[in-house]
């Protein structure tokens, strides 16, 4: 704060933010720091007597941000209004030594299709995966590497290590996404931290309604799956000549498909003449049957519902000043094929109340509370691994028997506590302890009831589209002879549970240095107990289970470091895990004298165990800004960044009774993965209203998890277990435009360019995919068979995505009497772009004959659109919008799904020198291009969704 003529520093002045108890006054130098300011855009004041008061209005707070606020009083004899001033935005933070971006309600509001905050967040540059099924990556990193907090408390799954975003959109006030380069308070996470923060509650009552319609409609591109066109069987087993039999003959490519059916009269025969009397049928009978057991499965008939609504007020019952927050989110969408449940349908509800306990102490509980009932993403994933996988569009199915696939569910509930006493305008204490319980419930669906089910001939047939039908009762298929029984016979009852107490000390103690130290204790509760029967054969089990209970400990100090001509953050992490449990001791395997005989002491427990000792890591980090201008900067950082590997590396032990043996073993002796990371980026802004960022980035992994084998010489015993020696590099460039603000015109757009290479572990020689230990040390190198280890240079493709919006202000455009057409009205284009990808040739021998061969698609656009028109009444709004999925799309031809007609379409472009030109159409003889699929081109479905969004 200075005086307006002299220039002079201004002691004693007092600097407010309207509407809360924040403030300050100025030191000797002019200068003044208010911590612990919330989120959100702010009106704020300088009042010193003698001087005219002035306000700086528009003043945005985000995250984790210096906001640099400036005041020039003038003196004045009388008492005058105060002088209001439109504050600058910063489009390049100076103070941000690191790549972050921070996604608003308003942009959320923007974006196509976003019903959950998952939409946006996947859109922002570095950012990939299926966010919905917990599949996320940042900057190509592994989908564990990942921390998500809400309001500072962690919602990631303690169990599976992947993160849950149950949170309503509507109580969200700012999501900021931190890739690499964040400081050392932000620990368990290598690629990036997503930090949510929710709005603060209002001591006034008004809330918020959002209702999204997507009509009932199909899902997928093309026909009806159930189609005779599109599904051969109709037209061969129930066609003009099924009785008697008929050939079908099924054209892909240059290639013709024959298909022959005996006819029902022969296969009435055969079953009359079986051994079983329970499946006699006449010719009828079996063709009546088979037309009931794969009569069309009604789907795409319902339509999808999204509701999020909010309330906001304040607490009347407490002796203190306390106001609530409210969220609630109901969505229902149907599965794009049938599933053994109709669609994914999630609950969650949110409250947060805060306390003003005293001038100086505030007190925030929250929570959070999810339940999603959904199907797995696919049957591999129920069977052969200890991992659940929830589907948002169903994933995987049967056409004519959904049941086969089991049902999860999902619950999760976080409780937390914030306590933040402020000693000064400079100094505050935090408390933070929190509760996350997450519990997942996988199981078969209910049986198909006896009365839906029809008879024939001597014997009741269930109906597969009713229910599940236990093995016992099943049939195959008469004609295909595919099992129409069975399946979904993977139970999981596992949860974990986490307890978490973290202390922070915040201290501007100087001008130029804001000192924060940390310290965390975090105990989880991990509980497994899964089994999957193969071949629905209890004798073939598999069983997942243990129980242990790891806590961390956790400590940091950073400094933020302020000059004119630059900005540094400067910190240490120190981080120490300890498993505090008895687990068996992988390097035992193989003293055991065989498969049946570890498998046994397994299971009666004779199995030798240890107890490991801790682990911990310092990890240091730094980070620099360079100002160059006020609208640009250059920044590098550097750190260390470890986690512990995932709990199934840890902890898990897959116990097979079929053969029997152990499968594979986890190693408790594992320690920290880690990744060393490197960023340099420039942000430079323009006419106040765009940024521009540009950044370069290299992530050095070392020591991660790889699979190994243990095996007796005899092959008497062989074992699956982790260990440590994998490496990975991932290196890249991120550009993106920025334009947050603007009359007409706001949005964004990225592209990413990445390279990844990691190692390749294999052994060629014995075909096996990672190293062997065996039992003779006259076997490989001391009894070791391994491979050269050599990169492994995955390709990924360049890809960009953005949303840009246009804006009708109040008072433009054509007018109808006083009524502005156009006014509030907005079209939003959600687009993306994906670069060439690398494809293999479907031929090993040519790719063998042919190593130095590349194919790569086609560039692919496609573009989504949001159109809203915004009203007004009074204090109360209405928003209504409408999306169109596929708004234009580039022309892309889906591949041929028959090997021999692919294998014809790849050499094509091999000889004609087109091997860049996958997905086009850009072949020597159009007979090349012969299918029977109705699905030719990619992105022609298009998908429409209602809303209205209500403010109160």
Not at 496 to 516: G, V
Not at 634 to 654: D, I, K, R, W
Not at 748 to 777: E, G
Request: contains cysteine; charged residues 25%; hydrophobic residues 35%.
């Amino acid at each position: 704060v200075k005086d307006a003529k002299t220039g002079e520093p201004l002691p004693g002045a007092n600097v407010i933010i309207s509407g809360t108890n924040l403030g300050a006054a100025t030191d000797i130098q002019g200068q003044f720091t208010i911590l612990y300011v919330p989120p959100g855009i702010y009106k704020v004041e300088a009042h010193m007597i003698g001087y005219r008061a002035e306000a700086r209005t528009g003043v945005k707070v985000d995250v984790d941000r210096t906001v640099i606020v400036s005041f020039e009083l003038e003196q004045t004899a009388i008492e005058m209004g105060e002088i209001v001033v439109q504050a600058k935005r910063d489009l390049v933070q100076l103070d941000v030594s690191g790549t972050e971006n921070y996604i608003t309600k308003e942009e959320y509001n923007a974006t196509p299709f976003a019903n959950r905050i998952e939409d946006i967040i996947g859109l922002q540059s570095g950012v990939t995966g299926n966010l919905v099924e917990g599949d996320i990556k940042i900057r190509e990193g592994n989908f564990y590497e990942v921390g998500v907090l809400v309001d500072g408390f962690s919602t990631v799954d303690a169990k599976f290590n992947r993160p849950i975003f149950n949170i309503s959109p509507g109580v969200v006030q700012e999501i900021k996404i931190m890739r690499n380069g964040f400081n050392a308070e932000y620990g368990t996470s290598r690629s990036g931290i997503i930090n949510i923060v929710t709005k603060d509650p209002d001591n006034t009552f008004h809330g918020t309604v959002d209702y999204q319609l997507t009509p009932a409609r199909r899902r997928h591109e093309g026909p009806n799956i159930y189609d005779p066109q599109v599904r051969w069987e109709y037209r061969l087993y129930d066609g003009p000549n099924a009785m008697t039999g008929d050939t079908l003959v099924l054209f892909e490519g240059k290639h013709e498909i024959v298909k022959e059916w005996r006819g029902w009269n022969k296969r009435a025969e055969e079953l009359n003449t079986d051994a079983n009397p329970n499946n006699d049928l006449t010719p009828e009978e079996a063709r009546e049957l088979w037309r009931w057991r794969h009569r069309p499965i009604k789907y795409g008939n319902t339509p999808g519902h999204n509701v999020d609504a909010t309330l906001t007020g304040p607490l009347k019952l407490l002796p203190w000043k306390s106001n609530f927050l409210l969220g609630l989110r109901y969505e229902n969408r149907p599965f794009t094929f049938p599933q053994s449940r109709k669609a994914f349908d999630d609950r969650s509800g949110s409250l947060k109340i805060t306390n003003q306990l005293g001038a100086n102490t505030k007190f925030t509980l929250s929570t959070l509370y999810s339940e999603v009932r959904t199907v797995p993403t696919d049957f591999s994933n129920t069977q052969w691994s200890n991992e659940d996988r929830i589907s948002y569009d169903g994933g995987s199915n049967e056409i004519f028997y959904p049941y086969r696939k089991p049902i999860i569910d999902r619950y999760s509930t976080l409780v937390g506590g914030k306590l933040i006493h402020t000693f000064s305008p400079t100094r505050f204490l935090e408390f933070n302890s929190s509760y996350f319980y997450t519990k997942w419930h996988l199981g078969t669906p209910n049986e198909s009831p006896p009365d839906k089910g029809r008879t024939f001939g001597n014997r009741l047939f269930l109906d597969p589209h009713a229910g599940w039908i236990p093995k016992d009762k099943g049939v195959d298929d008469l004609a295909s002879s595919f099992r129409m029984y069975g399946g979904a016979q993977t139970w999981d009852n596992s949860y974990s549970r986490r307890f978490d107490f973290k202390a922070t000390l915040t201290d501007q103690f100087h001008r130029n240095h804001e000192l924060k130290a940390g310290l965390q204790f975090t105990y989880d509760v991990l509980h497994e107990d899964r089994l999957h029967w193969h071949n629905d054969d209890p004798a073939q089990a598999f069983t997942w289970k243990y129980h242990v209970k790891p806590f961390q400990l956790s400590a940091f100090v950073q400094d933020k470091i302020e000059f004119k001509g630059m900005i540094a953050n400067i910190g240490v992490r120190w981080d120490y895990y300890n498993p505090n449990s008895d687990r068996p001791d992988v390097k035992r395997t193989l003293e055991q004298p065989s498969d049946k005989a570890i498998y046994e002491a397994m299971l009666n427990g004779t199995y030798p165990t240890i107890r490991e000792k801790a682990k911990q890591y310092f990890s240091p980090r730094v980070g620099v800004s360079f100002p160059l201008t006020e609208s640009s900067k250059l920044y590098f950082n550097y750190g260390h960044f470890v986690q512990m590997p995932p709990n199934e590396a840890l902890y898990a032990s897959t116990l097979d009774a079929g053969r029997p043996r152990v499968q594979w073993m986890g190693n408790i002796h594992l320690t920290y993965e880690k990744t060393i990371a490197y960023e340099l980026g420039y942000d430079q802004s323009f006419k106040g209203q765009y940024q521009l960022h540009i950044g370069a980035f290299y992530k050095d992994y070392h020591d991660a998890v790889n699979g190994m084998v243990y095996a007796h010489s005899t092959q008497s015993l062989i074992l699956e277990w982790p260990d440590q020696r994998g490496y990975q590099e991932i290196r890249g460039i991120e550009i993106e435009l920025r334009k947050p603000i603007g009359r007409f015109i706001t949005g964004f757009i990225n592209y990413n360019i990445t390279r990844k290479s990691q190692a390749d572990l294999t052994v060629p020689r014995f075909d096996s995919c990672c190293p062997i230990v065996t039992d003779d040390p006259n076997v490989g190198v001391n009894g070791e068979l391994s491979g050269v280890p050599r990169p492994d240079i995955a390709d990924i493709a360049p890809y960009g995505r953005g949303v840009i919006t246009l804006h009708g202000p109040r008072d433009w455009g054509p007018k109808l009497g006083s009524f502005y057409l156009l006014a509030r009205t907005q079209a939003s284009l959600e687009v993306f772009y994906q670069g060439p990808q690398r494809v293999e040739h479907p031929d090993q021998q040519f790719r063998i004959e042919n190593p130095g061969v590349v194919f790569k698609t086609i560039p692919f656009f496609s573009s989504n659109l949001r159109i809203t028109r915004k009203f007004d009444f009074g204090q109360m709004g209405m928003e209504v919008y409408f999306d169109v999925s596929n708004f234009w799309v580039s022309k892309y031809r889906n591949l041929p799904s028959y090997t021999p007609a692919r294998i014809d379409y790849f050499n094509d472009l091999f000889e004609h020198g087109k091997e860049n030109r996958v997905g086009s159409e850009d072949v020597s003889d159009p007979l090349l291009l012969r299918t029977e699929s109705k699905t030719i081109y990619r992105g022609k479905l298009r998908q429409y969704v209602l809303g209205v969004r209500y403010r109160f």
